[in-house]
């Protein structure tokens, strides 16, 4: 090796170092592209965070809603009569609940069983 102006001219020597260059950042690109630190998981990861992100925003706004109904029941009476009765079937002494199918509902039935419209099957006539 030759030292000229303080600096290693050696060609072998320069050839060794561009090499081992080469190599190292070789290295480090495919330990980031791959492994738990990689770029395809930093991608995966992304889109995780995005998505919870999306869920996040959802319960927000279904708590702030959950929070105005829970502010409307403590403070109205009725409010909370009409809320255990939507939610819950609560009916009071001498009241009655009518349940009306939709036509939809009434013709799927009717197919299935084979019942006639009123709901009714052939087995279970009014006469006996």
Known sequence: MQLLDGQLTSRKFQ???RWTLVVALWALLMSMASGQAGISNYV???SKRNVLLDVN???????QFLEE????LKSSTPEQIRFLKEEFGYVQANEYVYRFESKKKAVRTEKKTGNTQTGRSSDASPNG
């Open 57 to 63: 925003m959802k319960l927000k706004i279904e708590n």
């Open 15 to 17: 050839l060794t170092v």
């Open 69 to 72: 109904q829970i502010k409307k």
């Open 44 to 46: 995966e990861l992304v």
